[in-house]
């Protein structure tokens, strides 16, 4: 990882292009958890290398604004979670059931009909390409354990903790894997412990440790209030964070620029924060100042030395352009803050 104060990097998604998926439709709908892709716009035999096109171009674009630590843009996937949830044994794909959103909106989801399984490898590809496009740092995400066992119907388990800790064994795998593979940083998103908080103490922390057990390689838990495109008002606390403190993850992703978090919360841990420091429901690009004033609001919590900073959250349903914009402006805010902190 990138050793310099105040490192960038991505939470995970940067805009995919028009060519390749429609985005109209994608941003007019709940993030899909089943599998959907009628969404994408390239014929499947061609796909794969669609993709790889415009992975490079999310990589190019991160490189060329100043991040340090660089993700493959989530190109890949519809959503953050279905591409590897929909990839596992114990689920019927041909017959989702439903469940509700964060949000409270009816959804379809994947259905378990038997004990949730890795059948193989999902992501190492990803991470192998995106190893080889970049010479700089790189980190890949995974859904995480709570998280996909809140996005289904569940069928078989009728337990929440056996059905969350059999996701564990299978994103442990994956982790290890991704690990093996070249990631220097994988991240886990667990949204839904803060969606759902009283659950998350139940088991969410249990099904978390598991699923990071024996992982060779820098940890994150990316914990977020939703996408700025549906979820409009963000509180100024969390509901669940300082639980995390009990992870055995390095470093705990938090927003706090559209929700203007009350950054003494962050305290109560004493790891490395990615800190949210972009406002993904403001369309405008902030200026490298006002990023730097969201950095300083940290600084009497967090020391520098344990700040990475980040968007709030994936930004995937930015315009590319609106998305680069941003990713400049927080490389050079961070860069005033580190001047300020260094004299260089």
């Known amino acids: 990882m990138a050793q310099k104060l105040l490192p960038a990097t991505l939470v995970g998604s940067y805009p995919q292009p028009d060519w390749l998926i429609d985005r109209t439709v994608l941003s007019k709908q709940t993030p899909p958890r089943t599998r959907a892709d009628e969404l994408w716009r390239v014929e499947p035999q061609w796909l794969e290398q669609a993709q790889d096109d415009a992975t490079l171009v999310a990589i190019r674009d991160q490189e060329r604004a100043g991040i340090d630590i660089v993700t493959d843009g989530e190109i890949r996937r519809v959503s953050y979670s279905n591409r590897f949830a929909t990839a596992l044994e114990g689920i019927d794909l041909d017959n989702p059931g439903v469940t509700r959103s964060r949000g409270g909106v009816s959804i379809n989801v994947p259905r378990v009909v038997g004990k949730i399984r890795r059948k193989h490898a999902v992501e190492t590809r990803d991470v192998k390409f995106l190893r080889a496009s970049t010479d700089r740092s790189i980190k890949i995400t995974v859904p995480g354990p709570f998280t996909m066992s809140q996005q289904v119907q569940d069928d078989y388990y009728k337990d929440g903790e056996a059905l969350a800790l059999d996701y564990a064994d299978a994103v442990n795998a994956e982790i290890k894997d991704l690990f093996a593979a070249g990631a220097d940083v994988v991240q886990i998103d667990e949204p839904y412990m803060q969606a759902r908080p009283d659950q998350a103490r139940q088991y969410g922390l249990k099904a978390l440790n598991r699923a990071l057990d024996g992982a060779k390689g820098t940890t994150a838990v990316h914990i977020c209030f939703g996408y700025a495109l549906t979820i409009k008002q963000k509180a100024p606390l969390y509901d669940y964070l300082a639980e ?101």
């Not at 706090?256 to 790891?271: E, Y």
């Not at 680069?324 to 260089?344: D, H, P």
């Open 244 to 344: 995390l403190e009990g992870s055995v993850a390095d470093q705990i992703s938090v927003e706090t620029a559209q929700s203007k978090l009350d950054c003494s919360q962050l305290r109560a841990l004493s790891k490395t924060i990615i800190l949210g420091v972009i406002d993904l429901s403001d369309s405008s690009v902030e200026l490298p100042e006002t990023v730097a004033a969201r950095i300083r609001r940290a600084l009497p919590y967090v020391p520098a030395e344990r700040i990475v900073v980040a968007p709030d959250c994936g930004m995937k349903y930015l315009p590319r352009e609106t998305a680069y914009g941003k990713l400049r402006a927080m490389v050079e805010g961070a860069a005033i803050v580190r001047r300020e902190l260094t004299g260089q």
